[in-house]
C-alpha cells in the first residue's frame, strides 16, 4: 500500500533535526553532499572530497543507489533500506536519525533524479523539511513530497551505528543489510550489529548464524563455538553450521572434535550441494593431522 499524507506515525506534530549537518552539492553532485550528511550525523567522520570519489559517477552525471551503499558500509555503518511507508520515514526522525530519499523532480518521461536528506516533518501543516541541493531547509508540501517519492518506488535509507535498530525493523531488510556489511569485511561492525537483530528476534537462526561468523573472524572462536552449538540444538541437520563448527574446533587445536562434527555431517549430507564443502573440510583436517590419518588406518610415508 503506498505511504498516504494522513500517516505521520510517530510524528503528529512539528518534528524538525534541527542539528543535522548541511552539505552543499556541487554541480549534479546530490548523492555525495546528501550522503555526507546522513553518515555526518551518523558520527562518521569524513570529508565530501572523499565521499564524491566514493559514489559518484562522472559518466551519469549522478550516484547509484548501490554506490550510496557500499559507500555507507565502507564507512563501517549498516544501511538500511526503509520499508516504502511514510511513517518508516518519520518513525527514524523519532529517534534522531535523517533520512536520505532519491526523489524525482521531473516528470516519468523526462526524469530528474534528485537525493536529499529529510530533516523534519509537520502533520498539521501536512509539510516535509529537507536538507537539499544548496537549500539549508527546503519545505515541501506532503503530497508534493509524495509524488516525487514515489516516482523512485519510495526508496529510502537511514544509517544505522552497528548495534542500533530501525524504529520500525523488518526482519528481512535488517539481515540484508548486516549481510552487505559483514562482506565488507568489518566483522567488528558485523557482530555489534547481528547481536542488535538478535535483541529484536531472539534465536533467530541466520542471525546466530551471522554472529557466530562474526565471532570466529575476530577470533572469538568460544563465542563462535557457542552460537554454533546453539543453532544445532534448534536445528541438528544444519549442514553449514556444523561445517563451521568444525572449522571453529580445528582453530583451538581440537581436530578430533572436528571430525566427528564432519562425520556427522556428511552423514547427513546425502545429494546435499554442501557436500563438496565438507569434504573440502574434512581434507584440510586430514592434511594437517597425521595422527588423524593413522587412525583412520591411512599410512603416510
Known amino acids: 500500500m503506498p505511504p ?96 536520505l530519499v532519491l526523489l524525482n523532480l521531473g516528470v516519468s518521461w523526462a526524469p530528474l533524479w534528485h537525493y536529499a536528506v529529510v530533516v523534519g516533518a509537520d502533520a498539521v501543516s501536512e509539510q516535509i523539511i529537507l536538507r537539499s541541493g544548496t537549500e539549508e531547509r527546503r519545505v515541501m508540501h506532503t503530497p508534493v513530497f509524495l509524488r516525487t517519492w514515489r516516482r523512485s518506488n519510495f526508496w529510502a535509507m537511514s544509517i544505522l551505528r552497528p548495534g542500533e535498530l530501525p524504529a520500525n525493523p523488518d526482519r528481512n531488510r535488517y539481515i540484508e543489510a548486516v549481510a552487505g556489511l559483514e562482506q565488507t569485511g568489518h566483522p567488528l561492525a558485523a557482530r555489534d550489529a547481528w547481536q542488535a537483530g538478535l535483541s529484536q528476534w531472539p534465536d533467530d537462526s541466520v542471525l546466530l548464524f551471522g554472529l557466530a561468523n562474526a565471532q570466529y573472524a575476530l577470533g572469538n572462536f568460544s563465542a563462535a563455538e557457542l552460537g554454533f552449538l546453539v543453532i544445532l540444538r534448534n536445528d541438528e541437520a544444519s549442514l553449514i553450521a556444523r561445517n563451521n563448527l568444525a572449522m571453529t574446533l580445528v582453530a583451538q587445536g581440537r581436530n578430533r572434535e572436528a571430525l566427528e562434527q564432519i562425520d556427522t555431517a556428511l552423514n547427513l549430507a546425502v545429494d546435499s550441494p554442501l557436500l563438496e564443502e565438507l569434504l573440502d573440510t574434512q581434507s584440510s583436517i586430514l592434511s594437517t593431522d597425521i595422527d588423524a590419518w593413522n587412525q583412520r588406518g591411512i599410512g603416510v610415508e
Open 4 to 99: 498516504s499524507v494522513s500517516n505521520y506515525g510517530p510524528a503528529p506534530g512539528l518534528l524538525e533535526l534541527v542539528d543535522t549537518p548541511f552539505y552543499a552539492q556541487q554541480q549534479y553532485q546530490c548523492g555525495p553532499a546528501a550522503l555526507m550528511t546522513v553518515l555526518t550525523a551518523s558520527g562518521v567522520t569524513t570529508t565530501l572530497d572523499a565521499v564524491s570519489r566514493q559514489v559518484y559517477l562522472p559518466a551519469r552525471q549522478g550516484s547509484l543507489q548501490s554506490e550510496m551503499l557500499a559507500a555507507s558500509r565502507a564507512a563501517e555503518r549498516v544501511p538500511y533500506v526503509l520499508v516504502p511507508e511514510f511513517s518508516s520515514i518519520t518513525g527514524e526522525l523519532a529517534t534522531g536519525r535523517p533520512v
